[in-house]
T-cell receptor, first 113, second 113 residues
């Protein structure tokens, strides 16, 4: 079975700072990778996804993530955060052949204005 | 816009009563839906996979007689928490896959008094 680890549980940044949230997974086969965001009081929304091809994927709201297969990582980045990025971010992994979507523990991001 | 809806968004009930939560896929058919539970400041834990026209598949540790799942149509799955107790208070989230992406409902906050 796969597992997902997000190393940063809480991150506090000032506006305009750069963001990188770590995500590592363990699984022996081909995977699909996702980052979801949950804004306060709202439901989970998809930020970006990786299935195949270019390992650098761009998502909504200026976010991007890079899949590094050798490191089993899929870190999320944003060059300049805004106060409105305050939310909880979840990395998720699904085997390419299968239905099981496994979430990391989440990272709570607070951006100070 | 939203592709998965849940009803109700919030419910408070007395201990011992049963509560039904509905999950609907909007504008698409979902042969499989997923029910998650999210504890405060924790990630999503998969409870069960709901299969249209057949029995749900429950994750280890989830009581199938307590959390009844019915997937009666291609757009509707229901989760019934039977004989609810205060420890069942939580945030329940359903999900459905459209294409390759898992979309999540807005969640139902259950409070058992």
């Amino acid at each position: 079975a796969q597992s997902v680890s997000q190393h940063n549980h809480h991150v506090i940044l000032s506006e305009a700072a750069s963001l990188e949230l770590g995500c590592n997974y363990s699984y022996g086969g081909t995977v699909n990778l996702f980052w979801y965001v949950q804004y306060p009081g709202q439901h989970l929304q998809l930020l970006l996804k990786y299935f195949s091809g270019d390992p650098l994927v761009k998502g909504i709201k200026g976010f991007e993530a890079e899949f590094i297969k050798s490191k089993f990582s899929f870190n999320l980045r944003k060059p300049s955060v805004q106060w409105s990025d305050t939310a909880e971010y979840f990395c998720a992994v699904k085997p390419n052949a299968g239905n099981m979507l496994t979430f990391g523990g989440g990272t709570r991001l607070m951006v100070k204005p | 816009g939203a592709v998965v809806s849940q009803h109700p968004s919030r419910v408070i009930c007395k201990s011992g009563t049963s509560v039904k939560i509905e999950c609907r896929s909007l504008d698409f058919q979902a042969t499989t839906m997923f029910w998650y539970r999210q504890f405060p400041k924790k990630s999503l834990m998969l409870m069960a996979t709901s299969n249209e026209g057949s029995k749900a598949t429950y994750e280890q540790g989830v009581e199938k007689d307590k959390f009844l799942i019915n997937h009666a149509s291609l757009t509707l799955s229901t989760l019934t928490v039977t004989s609810a107790h205060p420890e069942d208070s939580s945030f329940y989230i359903c999900s459905a896959t459209r294409g390759e992406v898992r979309f999540f409902g807005p969640g139902t906050r259950l409070t058992v008094l």
